[in-house]
């Protein structure tokens, strides 16, 4: 639809309204946007506020994160969810409960914050980290901090794992993560996603606040191949990582803030605003319910499920390979595995019933946009025949 067909739209159901009176609503709109939104786009943001509609898909249009604006409406965005932070209620008036995102496009990352019904895809789990979602009919406006944020009221629309989405436009929060060392660049920017291994943890102060109110803040050194840093942990996340805190513990730390110390030098703060993920160390064996397609080194156990099936297959760069497929499970759930080149001699032999061990693999969508297992030059695979009693007995491993 035209600009000028959906000025005709707004007219024909509001004759009282003038040409002149749109396109002044109009210009408001494009200076709120920088000139980075079209007027099509932008004269279907116009026509929503005269409760005029066009079909759903021109009336949400799809933006990149880069193009957002505080103050825009009736807008679409597509981003892969790279932290959930735990919903919280709150009370005045009606009352309700909100929830918040961070997503990422190849642009960026932005918060998206959930109100009321929408937060129900929070609690129940259908939203996970790793997730490509499509978030329609929602809103920007300036976050605590002064970015900008999505919001999704009532009349939001959340799809999950969108179809005609590719996965490679989505990456992972480790596009955006930055060395250690690296990190007093992002002091002008505030905040800072890290991944490093514990490497001393400090004992936790309770401390007193001049409004009477109590507070807690806790200290630990987080170090990467580049470095080592001092991370400050404030408030009710104390409450939620003094438990899991420990030397060797390998950490992510997501939307971070980086802070000046007196001493010149910099840290890291963690507030209810960082999302905190501990990650596998490289002995861990995860179940299958928790395999996120974030993961790229990635242990797990299971049952065969199905008979390897064994082909060759031509690889991008035109070089002839082999391939088995086949299926595993635990308590927890099932996933493919697809174990390439020399693995797949490895697995060949494998029966419905025997017990699998496979380390240092990784973790892609596949067919039908499902999350499977692949294996890698550096991947080792250990089976259990299943007529064996222990483990230990008849034990193949690469």
Not at 55 to 72: F, M, N, R, Y
Not at 229 to 245: C, R, T, Y
Not at 313 to 340: C, H, N, P, Q, Y
Request: proline share 3%; charged share 30%; hydrophobic share 35%.
């Amino acid at each position: 639809m035209t600009a000028e067909e959906i000025i005709e739209q707004i007219l024909s159901k509001h004759p009282e309204i003038s040409r002149e009176e749109i396109l002044g609503k109009l210009e408001k709109e494009k200076k709120k946007a920088h000139g980075l939104i079209e007027d099509a786009i932008l004269l279907r943001m116009v026509a929503a506020g005269f409760g005029v509609e066009s079909s759903k898909e021109a009336s949400a249009p799809t933006l990149s994160l880069q193009d957002l604006v505080s103050g825009l409406n009736d807008i679409a965005i597509v981003g892969r969810i790279v932290a959930v932070f735990p919903p919280k209620t709150f009370e005045g008036g009606k009352g309700g409960k909100v929830a918040n995102l961070l997503i990422a496009d190849r642009n960026g990352t932005l918060p998206v914050v959930l109100w009321n019904d929408k937060v129900d895809f929070i609690e129940s789990c259908k939203i996970k980290v790793g997730d490509i979602v499509r978030f329609s009919h929602g809103y920007t406006r300036k976050g605590y901090s002064g970015n900008v944020e999505l919001h999704l009221g009532d009349r939001g629309e959340i799809q999950i794992n969108p179809i005609n989405v590719k996965a490679e436009d989505y990456p992972t929060i480790k596009k955006f993560v930055t060395k250690i060392k690296a990190v007093t660049s992002m002091y002008k920017k505030r905040t800072v996603n890290v991944t490093g291994m514990v490497e001393g943890v400090f004992p936790v102060i309770n401390f007193e606040r001049k409004d009477s109110n109590s507070g807690k803040v806790m200290r630990f050194i987080l170090a990467d191949a580049s470095g080592k840093i001092s991370v400050v942990v404030w408030n009710e996340k104390v409450d939620e990582l003094e438990k899991k805190l420990k030397k060797g513990v390998k950490l992510q730390l997501v939307n971070a803030k980086v802070k000046k110390t007196k001493s010149e030098g910099f840290e890291i703060y963690v507030d209810a605003r960082t999302y905190v993920e501990p990650l596998p160390s490289i002995e861990e064996s995860l179940k299958i319910a928790s395999l996120k397609e974030s993961s790229s080194h990635v242990n797990i156990e299971g049952e065969v499920v199905t008979k390897p099936m064994l082909r060759n297959v031509k690889t991008s760069k035109g070089e002839l390979v082999k391939l088995a497929v086949f299926e595993l499970k635990d308590e927890t759930g099932r996933i493919w595995v697809s174990a390439w080149r020399k693995h797949a001699d490895t697995v060949s032999s494998l029966k419905v019933g025997d017990e699998v061990t496979i380390k240092n693999a990784y973790l892609k969508k596949g067919f039908g946009n499902k999350l499977e297992v692949s294996t890698k030059n550096a991947t080792s695979m250990s089976f259990f025949p299943k007529q064996s009693t222990k483990k230990g007995e008849n034990k193949t491993k690469e």
